[in-house]
């Protein structure tokens, strides 16, 4: 069974950095999945961030593009996200998941997600 | 940008039949995906490849896909159906989800 487990600081001052990684079992990182971040705002609904392949090759969010970096680290078998310049509106959610890639393309297992919160 | 459009709520009555639709341009043309997302809970995959269901989802769970539509239904909702869904497409490099729709079984 998959699982993914997104983990790093609940609290990230304004203009900081935001940065999580989520580590991967069950599969490994380098497998032909992609994976990807979601974020969740309070009482919101889904935002896709972006999404990385085990080569590097990444998609990103037009409207996040410049401020976000998502990389993966084969040897831990997980992947991380990086927020650059972040306000209160990136306060959210974040989920990990693994986006399958075959004959069809969907996100197949979420991990629990983790709250972020942008505050001073 | 590639924009997915939902109602924001739905209701249905426990038993019948609940259709929740998105839009888009030429959806038809892509696949698309459906998520329950339950309150507090982190979303499932509920539909993919616009008509197929994974295991583990209920038979009454069903999509269908064409012109600009794509189509969830449940077919005699239960309670614990009540939840956010959420349509998904692949366009043009980037994954877009729609706005949501709270389905609400009274």
Request: aromatic fraction near 12%; charge should be positive.
């Amino acid at each position: 069974q998959v699982q993914l487990q997104a983990s790093g600081p609940g609290l990230v001052k304004p203009s900081g950095t935001l940065s999580l990684t989520c580590a991967v079992s069950g599969d490994s990182i380098s497998s032909s999945n992609r994976w990807t971040w979601v974020r969740q705002p309070p009482g919101k609904g889904l935002e896709w961030i972006g999404q990385i392949y085990h080569s590097g090759t990444t998609n990103y969010n037009p409207s996040l593009k410049g401020r976000v970096v998502i990389s993966v680290d084969r040897s831990n078998n997980q992947f991380s996200l990086r927020l650059n310049s972040v306000t209160a509106a990136d306060t959210a959610v974040y989920y990990c998941a693994r986006v399958f890639w075959g004959s069809a393309y969907y996100f197949d297992y979420w991990g629990l997600g983790t709250l972020v919160t942008v505050s001073s | 940008s590639y924009e997915l459009t939902q109602p924001p709520s739905v209701s249905v009555s426990p038993g019948q039949t609940a259709s929740i639709t998105c839009s888009g341009d030429k959806l038809g043309d892509k696949f698309a995906c459906w998520y329950q997302q339950k309150s507090g809970l982190s979303p499932v995959l509920v539909v993919y490849q616009s008509t197929k269901r994974p295991s583990g989802i209920p038979e009454r769970f069903s999509g269908s896909n064409s012109g600009n539509t794509a189509t969830l239904t449940i077919s005699g909702t239960q309670a614990m159906d009540e939840a956010d869904y959420y349509c998904q497409a692949w366009d043009s490099g980037n994954w877009v989800f729609g706005g949501g729709t709270r389905l609400t079984v009274l």
